[in-house]
């Protein structure tokens, strides 16, 4: 590892850690929490089944919007601080 590469992990050792920790946290609930609601909640009716599918749906817009949005907007706030 040279200097600089020492220096960019020192930098950016707080959005590591956030990254790993968030990600854990993330890997738990949809391995281990979201499994264990639908063993908890037994047979569903037609009416329960699709509110837990668009309960799945809204996550997987609101997880892509953020990714889409937030991220690229993140960028340019770093770049440009001017604005």
Do not use: H, K
Request: with cysteine.
């Amino acid at each position: 590892m040279t200097c600089c590469d020492a220096q960019v992990r020192a930098q950016y050792r707080a959005a590591e850690v956030s990254a790993y920790v968030i990600g854990t946290l993330l890997t738990v609930i949809i391995l281990l929490v979201w499994p264990a609601l639908m063993l908890v909640a037994g047979v569903w009716n037609c009416s329960a089944f699709a509110i837990w599918i668009m309960v799945a749906i809204v996550l997987s817009v609101v997880s892509a919007l953020f990714l889409g949005v937030l991220t690229p907007f993140a960028e340019i706030i770093q770049v440009c601080p001017l604005w």
